[in-house]
Antibody
């Protein structure tokens, strides 16, 4: 079955950078666009980034645009999210999620917690 | 950006009763509307997509309706495992946007 496992979260100081990873298995990874969605503690869901199946197209939420870069290695079935110039409001659980049917985010990882604090 | 508004914020329902959750979009999203369920400490789970299509493995007591700017999620005969937070999400236009959620709690 589809499995998505995020890693790379932790406590990071404001202004620093962090790289999150998402290891995918159970489906042909190179066939699917992938998303990152985050959830601040006790809050709702916020879409962060999209990367197309072949990595040629990327889109970002305004809240992270210019500070965020999504990439993927289809040979290793792995998705990445690099976050720069981190701020307190970036504190959240970051989920990677698969896009199945066009536009539909149908499978999610368990998330990795990023805490931005000095 | 399309703003998604869910109501009510909290819904108190007795087990076995029916729950109806609403989601309003600031502009038409066509049928490009999904519903997710999230339990504490867990990732969201896709319930409904294309406004009314149940995802694989989702019980028939969950149904979605509506289109355009108004959508509903109905849960008939609530079971104990259905008490959770529910989010609507549009994928008609990027950025993808979510509603603020409706918490379904035990009355």
């Amino acid at each position: 079955q589809v499995q998505l496992v995020e890693s790379g979260g932790g406590v990071v100081q404001p202004g620093r950078s962090l790289r999150l990873s998402c290891a995918a298995s159970g489906f042909p990874f190179s066939n699917n666009a992938m998303h990152w969605v985050r959830q601040a503690p006790g809050k709702g869901l916020e879409w962060v980034a999209l990367i197309s199946a072949d990595g040629s197209f990327r889109d970002y939420a305004d809240s992270v645009k210019g500070r965020c870069s999504s990439s993927r290695d289809n040979s290793k079935n792995t998705l990445f999210l690099e976050l720069n110039s981190l701020r307190g409001e970036d504190t959240a659980i970051y989920y990677c999620a698969r896009e199945g049917i066009v536009g539909v985010v149908d499978d999610w990882g368990q998330g990795t917690l990023v805490t931005v604090s000095s | 950006e399309i703003l998604m508004t869910q109501s009510p914020a909290t819904l108190s329902v007795s087990p076995g009763e029916r729950a109806t959750l609403s989601c309003r979009a600031s502009q038409s999203v066509g049928n490009n509307l999904a519903w997710f369920q999230q339990k504490p400490g867990q990732a969201p789970r896709l319930l409904i997509y294309d406004a009314s299509t149940r995802a694989a493995g989702v019980p028939a007591r969950f149904s979605g309706g509506g289109s355009g700017t108004e959508s509903t999620l109905t849960i008939t005969s609530l079971q104990s495992e259905d008490f959770a937070v529910y989010y609507c999400q549009q994928y008609h236009i990027r950025p993808l946007t979510f509603g603020g959620g409706t918490k379904v709690e035990i009355k």
